[in-house]
């Protein structure tokens, strides 16, 4: 005989890189074991795959995981958390330097709550994905978000890399297409050597211009005030991206 089956809650969010409402119900205790498994493991490569193994189960409205932003990625998560488990999280916070506001040494841990609802992702004005590397001629880059599987990706080929190579590689992985003022030349119409090529010869300057969009790119962010329970003097952290709040995560009542 069939079992009875349970209407799950059913609740939306907006994705903020493009406006998409997107309707989701909780992570039930299948998801879950996905997770714990993931995290037991203490592997970047595989929390990734189950945030976005989860992610898809949970989604109603179609959406692939695969090809959102990954802070879009990180912000359906953040969400899909709170809804399940609970909306707060309790941290356990100290003085990042080891000394306070007094410049006195203190590492007391001191309790405090985090409401993951409150958590969004932050975008600078200055930020743009269409860079111009060079006023005279118009040649330019159209760069798209980083997604999962260019960050699973990347967490598996970083060892042995050195920073240059490192940030080269997302570059070129974020490339959607290169332009100048006559023509728009597809990413997928170029080899990788050729990109490999056009981005090593770049100078400094048109270089740095391509980071800094990673650099302002929109990140889950969010800024946590306490007071310490032992000195007395107020501090703050900023967290950032999901590892940076998975950091808290690790002993979760997930």
């Known amino acids: 005989m069939a079992l009875p089956k349970f209407n799950n809650p059913i609740f939306e969010l907006t994705l903020p890189s493009t406006g998409q409402a997107i309707k989701y119900r909780p992570f039930l205790v299948k998801e879950q074991k996905i997770l714990l498994l993931a995290l037991e493991g203490n592997d970047q490569k595989d929390v990734l795959t189950a945030i976005k193994q989860i992610v898809g189960n949970c989604a109603i409205d179609e959406v692939d995981p695969s090809k959102i932003a990954l802070f879009d990625l990180e912000y359906f998560f953040m969400r899909l958390r709170a809804k399940s488990i609970g909306e707060t999280i309790d941290l356990r916070l100290r003085h990042p330097t080891g000394k306070n506001s007094d410049n006195e040494e203190c590492e007391h841990m001191t309790p405090t709550t985090l409401a993951l609802l409150e958590v969004e992702v932050q975008k600078t004005d200055e930020h743009t994905d269409k860079i111009i590397l060079d006023e005279e001629t118009g040649i330019g880059i159209k760069l798209k978000y980083p997604n999962v599987d260019m960050a699973i990706a990347s967490a598996k080929t970083v060892e042995g890399k050195n920073q240059m190579d490192v940030a080269t590689d997302a570059i070129i992985n974020s490339i959607e297409y290169i332009f100048d003022k006559e023509t728009v030349y597809k990413k997928e119409d170029s ?6 090529e056009f981005i090593e010869n770049l ?5 740095v211009k391509l980071t800094k969009f990673f650099e302002s790119m ?18 703050e952290i900023t967290l950032e991206g999901l590892s940076n709040f998975f950091g808290f995560w690790w002993d979760l009542k997930i």
Request: positive net charge; charged residues 40%; hydrophobic residues 15%.
């Open 218 to 235: 929109p990140k889950l962010k969010h800024k946590v005030e306490w007071t310490c329970g032992k000195c007395g003097c107020k501090d």
């Open 191 to 196: 080899t990788k050597k050729e990109l490999i």
């Open 203 to 207: 100078s400094q300057d048109q270089y």
